[in-house]
T-cell receptor
Framework: DGGITQSPKYLFRKEGQNVTLSCEQN?????MYWYRQDPGQGLRLIYY???????QKGDIAEGYSVSREKKESFPLTVTSAQKNPTAFYLCASSTGTEYEQYFGPGTRLTVT | EDQVTQSPEALRLQEGESSSLNCSYTVSGLRGLFWYRQDPGKGPEFLFT???AGEEKEKERLKATLTKKESFLHITAPKPEDSATYLCAVQAGNQFYFGTGTSLTVIP
């Protein structure tokens, strides 16, 4: 089955700790994205990557970092510099930036 | 500033009662408009892509239409399993802009 996997589904961390969220796709898509979803707000773009070893900041990149060492993987690190990290994080991929995005199941991160 | 607005925020329908959801946008250089369905606690599921004014797409009880400034998602004779949040997104340049969604509840 082709698709996007995110792990874990739920993640709990203490304030001040960095945490890495996993995103893997086997759709052979070139482009991958990370979004954050908060209640009452639309999805907000954190980072996106159009090709391996290249990525661009989205609207809310501060306090986050990414890497794209392999086509199928695009992990997101939430650093201690992110002031309000508790949220639902969604990873997506697409054939190219001009095409529809397909989403993973999401990771709900809670930082206390 | 680029913006996507969805209305209404919430909609309750009786089973079989048809209605429409609206997505209006103010972006420069629209490259595409996308509709998604999102169930609670899950990732959005892709429904439709529309590229130009006048275009229409259908899938089961859903039909999406596009004008120069807005899109409608028409739901014909909805069933309880159509209950979900429906998200609209527009693409300008290399970025996607999402609306906050319409939460649809279909009552048996």
């Amino acid at each position: 089955d082709g698709g996007i996997t995110q792990s874990p589904k739920y993640l709990f961390r203490k304030e001040g700790q960095n945490v890495t969220l996993s995103c893997e796709q086997n759709l052979n898509h070139d482009a991958m994205y990370w979004y954050r979803q908060d209640p009452g707000q639309g999805l907000r773009l954190i980072y996106y990557s159009q090709i391996v070893n290249d990525f661009q900041k989205g609207d809310i990149a501060e306090g986050y970092s990414v890497s794209r060492e392999k086509k199928e993987s695009f992990p997101l690190t939430v650093t201690s510099a992110q002031k309000n990290p508790t949220a639902f994080y969604l990873c997506a991929s697409s054939t190219g930036t001009e095409y529809e995005q397909y989403f993973g199941p999401g990771t709900r991160l809670t930082v206390t | 500033e680029d913006q996507v607005t969805q209305s209404p925020e919430a909609l309750r329908l009786q089973e079989g009662e048809s209605s429409s959801l609206n997505c209006s946008y103010t972006v420069s250089g629209l490259r595409g408009l996308f509709w998604y369905r999102q169930d609670p606690g899950k990732g959005p599921e892709f429904l439709f892509t529309l590229y130009s004014a006048g275009e229409e797409k259908e899938k089961e009880r859903l039909k999406a239409t596009l004008t120069k400034k807005e899109s409608f998602l028409h739901i014909t004779a909805p069933k309880p399993e159509d209950s979900a949040t429906y998200l609209c997104a527009v693409q300008a340049g290399n970025q996607f802009y999402f609306g906050t969604g319409t939460s649809l509840t279909v009552i048996p």
